[in-house]
């Protein structure tokens, strides 16, 4: 077995500062994003309802046509 590499603690500081600066400067970075994908959000939402009532229209159509067609 491999015996467990000692890390000193200012190493261990040092990679907790780092970790806590890049979590900080990320949500900082990212923070102004947040709007624009909600929005993103909504649009896909509403595209769908879109898509979603043009075929229930389209399938209301189609049975019409077949109910003239078959009178």
């Known amino acids: 077995m491999v ?9 261990k500081t040092a990679r907790w500062s780092a970790l806590l600066v890049g979590i900080i400067y990320g949500k900082r970075r990212y923070d102004h ?23 229930r229209i389209a399938k209301e159509l189609a049975e019409a046509n077949e109910d003239t067609i078959l009178k």
């Open 3 to 11: 015996p467990p590499v000692q890390v000193s603690p200012l190493i």
């Open 33 to 55: 994003l947040k709007p624009i994908a909600e929005e993103e959000r909504r649009v896909e939402e509403a595209e769908k309802k879109v898509r979603e009532e043009q075929e």
